[in-house]
């Protein structure tokens, strides 16, 4: 039998608000490291409203 192997794709972005930034991050599982890249890069790309485009990142890291 095969395991299927989830990827994690680890992202942060710093939110403008009103009062400052606040700092957020997500953690979503994704199939393969293949799709957990091509989401990270659509994370960089994407248009987010209030997102610091300058402080965005993410990094892919392979689960159990």
């Known amino acids: ?7 994690w794709l680890m992202a942060n972005g710093t939110y403008l608000n009103g ?5 957020s991050n997500w953690s979503i599982p ?7 890249e ?3 890069q ?6 987010l409203p209030k997102l610091n485009t ?8 392979k689960g159990k």
């Open 42 to 47: 659509k994370f960089l790309n994407a248009s």
């Open 30 to 36: 994704t199939n393969s490291e293949i799709e957990c």
């Open 19 to 23: 009062s400052g930034t606040t700092s």
């Open 54 to 61: 300058k402080t965005l990142g993410y990094v892919c890291v």
């Open 1 to 7: 039998a095969v395991n299927a192997e989830t990827w």
């Open 38 to 40: 091509a989401a990270g």
